[in-house]
């Protein structure tokens, strides 16, 4: 698919040259989207994403859901310790624990997924 198919988008395939090489300290030009580009990921830096955290999920029927009210308990697909799943972009990047930082619930990343993975999952 090229990328004109891909709405402007770069090529999976560009991308993971472009990890590698910012791994690997070089910087090159490239064009992407027919522009040019710095090879570095410093252009990607200002990015907003959009993280999220689950803890579990389940499946429920309309009539259960008008009948929820204060106090109502929804049973999740996960047992209590085992890992929260983070997601970057509605994409799973990482499992971990809740953790308290002062007054405010954190993560603690136990599972990172590969670099391979994320890139492989990207289009």
């Given at each position: 698919m090229s990328n004109s198919d891909n709405a402007g988008r770069p090529d999976p395939e560009e991308i993971k040259e472009l990890l590698q090489d910012?791994?690997?300290?070089?910087?090159?030009?490239?064009?992407?989207?027919?522009?040019?580009?710095n090879r570095g990921l410093n252009f990607l830096y200002d990015i907003p994403l959009?993280?999220?955290?689950?803890?579990?999920?389940?499946?429920?029927?309309?009539?259960?859901?008008?009948?929820?009210?204060?106090?109502?308990?929804i049973e999740l697909d996960k047992l209590a310790g085992e890992p929260l799943d983070l997601y970057v972009n509605s994409r799973l990047i990482a499992r971990g624990e809740a953790v308290m930082v002062g007054e405010k619930f954190g993560i603690?990343?136990?599972?990172?997924?590969?670099?391979?993975?994320?890139?492989?999952n990207l289009g």
């Open positions: 910012a791994q690997s300290g070089e910087l090159k030009h490239a064009v992407l989207g027919g522009q040019e580009a959009q993280v999220s955290v689950e803890i579990g999920r389940c499946k429920i029927l309309l009539r259960d859901l008008l009948k929820m009210g204060e106090g109502y308990v603690r990343l136990t599972d990172v997924v590969s670099t391979a993975d994320r890139i492989e």
